[in-house]
Each structure stands twice: as structure tokens, then as C-alpha cells.
T-cell receptor
Framework: GESVGLHLPTLSVQEGDNSIINCAYS??????FIWYKQESGKGPQFIID?????DKRQGQRVTVLLNKTVKHLSLQIAATQPGDSAVYFC????????????FGKGTKLSVIP | DTGVSQDPRHKITKRGQNVTFRCDPI?????LYWYRQTLGQGPEFLTY????????KSRLLSDRFSAERPKGSFSTLEIQRTEQGDSAMYLC????????????????FGNGTRLTVT
């Protein structure tokens, strides 16, 4: 069925380096995408979102890229810090009046000091 | 803290007992959602409210589950006759949508209620 998935389950990066977390989605009708960060014992925390009429959106130290041609989403974190260590989820909402946010399994980011 | 608040944070119950969780959304948010998350997985949608109306329910929401949002503010999720398979983190989220139609604003999550059924 339609699903949101991630290419890499774990990612280790050196403090100060840039991180790239990738996500593939299969529902071509999806029109809204969100990246969440989840720390142990906490709920998902909103990072950044992007709508399907955009290719790129930037926030503070984060950039989301959307490639609708290949149904690919990525989250770039600049100058990764130890506080960025967490599990990152991409999530999508399909069009056609859906209210369901569909999550992938997540990528665990570990920052090496 | 004006974020989404959930109570209790942890609940341990014996199989067959009933449990009820509460969620207080961000005060001006008109939409409220319940999700369930098991270890190592992403959250899974359970149900959604627009104000006090429950507009969408997942097939995951068996007849042992019931959710209410009586005044369009806080919500409760009740699980009757709990089973060990109900053990999970139950997450509540809220959002503000001014334009109607499909959701187009980010969901803000609480820190969840972790349920353990023994």
C-alpha cells in the first residue's frame, strides 16, 4: 500500500558536520510533508514543513528539499550539534481531504562529539 | 507551558481493565488527533476531531476504543478490556486550521501516555 519510508535507519555524524536524512514516499497525491524530531520519552517535535508546490524550504540550520519527480524528501541539518541526536521522522498528508498524517519508521541520528 | 498536555504520563494496568487518558490541546487549536506509537515505529493515526465532532477513525480503532471531545477543548481516549497488544505510547496532537478542507498546518504533539498492560 501507500507508505512513507526512509532509506537509512541509522546515521552517525561528527559534531559540526552537516547531516542529510532521506525519505521516500510512494503516494503521488501527497501534498504536504513534515519533518519531526523525537527524543527519547518525548512526543514528536515539529521541525519544518513543505507543501508540494515548493521544492525547498529553509529554517534555522535546517533545509527541506522535495523532489516530486522521484518522490523524495530530505532534511539537511547544518553544523550538527549533540542536541540534534534523536530519531527523525518524515510524514505526509495526502490530498483529497485526508487528515491523516502518515509517518515512516524513522532515522536515528547520533552525533559524535 | 502552552503546548499539548497529556495525563497521565505513564499507566500500568492489568489485562481486562479499562483505562482513560486525557489530552489538553493548545488552547486555540480546533483540531485534535490521537496517535499510537510502538517501540521503533512511527506514530499511527487513530482518530481526529474537528472541534467536538469526530470526523475520522482508523481501522486500528477497534470497538474497545472510544474517544470524545465533548466541548471541543480537551479530549479523552478510553480503552476497555485492555489487552497486552494495547501496550504502546498514546500521543495526542493538535493543529489550527483556518481555511477548512484537508489539514495544511503542522500537528503539535504532546509527550504521550505510555501504557503497559500486564
Amino acid at each position: 500500500g501507500e507508505s512513507v519510508g526512509l532509506h537509512l535507519p541509522t546515521l552517525s555524524v561528527q559534531e559540526g558536520d552537516n547531516s542529510i536524512i532521506n525519505c521516500a514516499y510512494s503516494n503521488s497525491a501527497s501534498d504536504y510533508f513534515i519533518w519531526y524530531k523525537q527524543e527519547s520519552g518525548k512526543g514528536p517535535q515539529f521541525i519544518i514543513d513543505i507543501r508540494s508546490n515548493m521544492d525547498k524550504r529553509q529554517g534555522q540550520r535546517v533545509t527541506v528539499l522535495l523532489n516530486k519527480t522521484v518522490k523524495h524528501l530530505s532534511l539537511q541539518i547544518a553544523a550538527t550539534q549533540p542536541g540534534d541526536s534523536a530519531v527523525y521522522f518524515c510524514a505526509e498528508i495526502s490530498g483529497a481531504g485526508s487528515y491523516q498524517l502518515t509517518f515512516g519508521k524513522g532515522t536515528k541520528l547520533s552525533v559524535i562529539p | 507551558d502552552t503546548g499539548v498536555s497529556q495525563d497521565p504520563r505513564h499507566k500500568i494496568t492489568k489485562r481486562g481493565q479499562n483505562v482513560t487518558f486525557r489530552c489538553d490541546p493548545i488552547s486555540e487549536h480546533n483540531r485534535l488527533y490521537w496517535y499510537r506509537q510502538t517501540l521503533g515505529q512511527g506514530p499511527e493515526f487513530l482518530t481526529y476531531f474537528q472541534n467536538e465532532a469526530q470526523l475520522e477513525k482508523s481501522r486500528l480503532l477497534s470497538d474497545r476504543f472510544s474517544a470524545e471531545r465533548p466541548k471541543g477543548s480537551f479530549s479523552t481516549l478510553e480503552i476497555q478490556r485492555t489487552e497486552q497488544g494495547d501496550s504502546a505510547m498514546y500521543l495526542c496532537a493538535s493543529s489550527l486550521d483556518r481555511f477548512g478542507g484537508a489539514s495544511n498546518s503542522p500537528l503539535h504533539f504532546g509527550n504521550g501516555t505510555r501504557l503497559t498492560v500486564t
